[in-house]
């Protein structure tokens, strides 16, 4: 199952989150402020890591490897952010995310990684669904595939 969406190609791995930049997500220049470009990747990156689960999930953030934001995002604007895993151990996932490019600009607005630790009822790791598999290297995460290596093993 394959679309395709502001140029890039959807797989059923890929999750497409749409967010309206409101003034209460503005710093006081008017675009998109730091603590809100987190809560919308981790928005995101979440509902990825779900979906990709599926209802087995009971997925809690573990650690935000790396956000980068590389232009400013005005109000107003609707941003799009691609979600998919590229990591999966027995009970860790890290989602990679990139931002769709904004209107009049090359390249993401923003990427980052964001590591999710799959917990039973008691709050302790447990294992994931048998049968998943990540995102192989493929040109649209190639970059993130790459930075993730270096970042994966850092405390």
């Known amino acids: 199952m394959m679309g395709s969406e502001n140029g890039y190609d959807i797989d059923?791995?890929?999750?497409?989150?749409?967010?309206?930049?409101?003034?209460?997500?503005?710093?006081?220049?008017?675009?998109?402020?730091?603590?809100?470009?987190?809560?919308?990747?981790?928005?995101?990156?979440?509902?990825?890591?779900?979906?990709?689960?599926?209802?087995?999930?009971?997925?809690?953030?573990?650690?935000?490897?790396?956000?980068?934001?590389?232009?400013?995002?005005?109000?107003?604007?609707?941003?799009?952010?691609?979600?998919?895993?590229?990591?999966?151990t027995r009970a860790y996932m890290v989602i990679g995310l990139i931002g769709s490019p904004l209107e009049d600009r090359d390249g993401p607005w923003m990427d980052g990684l964001m590591g999710f630790a799959q917990v039973g009822a008691d709050g302790k790791p447990a294992p994931f669904p048998d049968g998943l598999e990540v995102c192989s290297k493929g040109q649209r995460w190639d970059a993130l595939l790459d930075r993730l290596e270096k970042l994966i093993h850092l405390r």
């Open 12 to 88: 059923v791995m890929t999750t497409l989150s749409h967010r309206l930049i409101l003034p209460g997500d503005a710093n006081h220049y008017g675009t998109l402020y730091a603590g809100s470009l987190l809560r919308i990747a981790l928005e995101s990156a979440y509902a990825a890591a779900y979906r990709y689960v599926g209802r087995e999930a009971n997925i809690v953030l573990r650690r935000v490897l790396n956000l980068e934001c590389y232009y400013p995002v005005p109000t107003g604007n609707v941003v799009e952010i691609l979600g998919t895993p590229l990591h999966l």
